[in-house]
């Protein structure tokens, strides 16, 4: 999960309106920020940093750039580890021209590619698979860059959605299985590429369409040219976890509502199983919609019962185990005397490893709640995601392997209930075979 942001216009300068679009993707990422212009010499430029949009990045330099076609990344490390080689957008010089590259995904096939290319005498500066782009693209220097891009994109599998800026324009591509969205907006003559529609509303831009899996847009004085992959695939898979819990509430993904999305979850989760309660709980902010949808169909009142600190990042995006374990009791804490000898369902978006459930029910325990039953509005995450999430092997999941009361009792619930895949998939409103559940079901695509 990272963001990507691209602007394109041919009057304005829009090196600020990228910081401020990064700005609304900061949830896709929070470790690193970084943006990324041809300068006047024909030469690519960037700046990167650590943090956060505001920490990694300059408001005040960035509004002066005068520059009309930028591209910028937020990171959630991956493919790679956590170090400022790795943040993004990467840039080259190269013999065809300047080229930059920010990329939200994992390419599946990375390994098999580091060593081709290695074996062809490239030498990787990061340890990042979007490197492998660049290189492929580099290896081709009889072709112009975005012919280039586009060959090489061909031997990439996996997930991509990418903004890519060359001297030929920016450049808009989403792998042909749709895994991470993609979106196009537009203000007057500007264009604007974005991992969701809720990064335009802060620009005045509206929503012009998605990029479609398997498509290739170049953007520059001409306007919009579409281009095509040729990669045949059987069905798409556009990640279910999207609707769950990565994007944010206002944007709308394949057509979908994100809100709606997670308030239907919610409301089919109770419809399913309503115990006997006296409120409906949620975690905030990544439970909250789906806590209304369950208070609406249950008829159970909702009460903000646990406070997130406004201050502190998501906890699942941040790196290590001690960061997230230390993290959760600074962000959350649970309005003691709403708790105290009362019955609540708690609910939350999904249950990864169940650091954050466990912390946040014994810290309600400690405020002597008479019982507390946890509802998960996605299904149990039980094997790994190899298409841009940080799930990498089964031993991390509270559910592989474990019952349902096995994960109840390590995370101190009463009780514990899911949303069914079904549910789930119907809740989102799109066909079974254009989405990606493989990290509920374990059945990963073949390339
Ligand atoms: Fe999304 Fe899960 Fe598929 Fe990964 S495995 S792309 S998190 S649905």
Known sequence: MCGVFGAYSPSDFVAEEVYLGLSALQHRGQESAGVAWIDGGGRMNSIKGMGLVHEALSQSALSEAPVRSVIG???????????????????ANYARGPVAIAHNGSLTNFNELRTTLENRGAIFQSTGDTEAILQLLAHQPKL????????????????YSLVVLMEEGLVAARDPWGFRPLVLGRRGDNYYVASESCAFGLLGASFVREIEPGEVVLINGKGTSSYRLPIKT????????EYVYFARPDSVIGGQSVYRTRREMGRKLASRDTPKADFV???PDSGTTAALGYSEASGMPYESAVVRSRYVGRTFVQPTQKVRELGVRIKLHPCGELFRDREAVLVDDSLVRGTTAGHVVSMIRECKARALHLRISSPPVRYPC????????????????????????TVGADSLHYLSREDMIEAIGLPPDSLCTACFDGRHPDF
């Open 73 to 91: 990344h937020v990171r959630y490390s991956t493919n790679g580890s956590s170090m400022l080689q790795n943040a993004q957008p990467i840039c």
């Open 144 to 159: 112009k860059p975005f012919d280039a891009l586009r060959n090489a994109l061909t031997e990439a599998r996996g997930a």
């Open 234 to 241: 059987d069905r798409k898979w556009l990640c279910s976890f």
């Open 281 to 283: 709980a949620a975690f």
């Open 386 to 409: 190899f298409y841009g999430i940080d799930t990498p092997s089964s031993g991390d999941l509270a559910a592989a392997g474990q019952t349902t009361a096995d994960v109840a009792r």
